[in-house]
């Protein structure tokens, strides 16, 4: 059984997906970009802070679905600038100071919105 996850703490969907769905006890959170989400807007600024917020947004998903950052099994990282890696992995790692999920990162050509940083996830309820 799969169950929808949803949350007005964080970004609405702006296409033809949930922000998060639940199956057989993992999360599968959908790729998150520097969207505000009291406004609905993309948040411009510095490579870090749209990694932040890019990461606060997962928070809330994942929180809605009972489960925190720490839940996190696998991550992936689509940047449209592989330059900016060392300022990303910053901003990354001190929101899993011990036990990092599993990761993948990748450059990409675009973007939603021409975001520079996209993130997507998957976390275990255990």
Same mark, same amino acid.
């Given at each position: 059984?799969?169950?929808?996850?949803?949350?007005?703490?964080?970004?609405?969907a %702006?296409g $033809?997906?949930?922000? @998060?769905?639940?199956?057989?006890?993992?999360? /599968?959170?959908?790729?998150?970009?520097?969207?505000d $989400?009291?406004?609905?807007?993309?948040?411009l *600024?510095?490579i870090?802070?749209?990694?932040?917020?890019? #990461?606060?947004?997962?928070r809330?998903?994942?929180a809605?679905? *009972?489960?925190? #950052?720490?839940n996190?099994?696998?991550?992936?990282?689509? #940047?449209?600038?592989?330059?900016? /890696?060392?300022?990303?992995?910053?901003?990354y *790692?001190?929101? +899993?100071?011990t036990?990092? $999920?599993?990761?993948?990162?990748?450059?990409?050509?675009r #973007? $939603?919105?021409?975001? @520079?940083?996209?993130?997507d +996830? %998957? @976390?275990w309820?255990?």
């Open positions: 059984m799969k169950k929808i996850v949803r949350t007005s703490d964080a970004p609405q %702006i $033809p997906y949930s922000q @998060a769905v639940e199956a057989g006890g993992m999360v /599968f959170v959908s790729g998150q970009i520097p969207i $989400p009291k406004t609905g807007n993309l948040v *600024g510095n870090k802070t749209q990694t932040k917020l890019v #990461l606060e947004n997962a809330a998903i994942l809605a679905a *009972g489960c925190t #950052l720490s996190i099994v696998k991550s992936t990282i689509y #940047l449209k600038n592989m330059a900016d /890696f060392a300022a990303v992995n910053e901003v *790692g001190g929101y +899993f100071p036990d990092p $999920p599993a990761r993948a990162t990748v450059e990409v050509s #973007l $939603p919105k021409d975001a @520079a940083v996209e993130m +996830f %998957i @976390a309820k255990g």
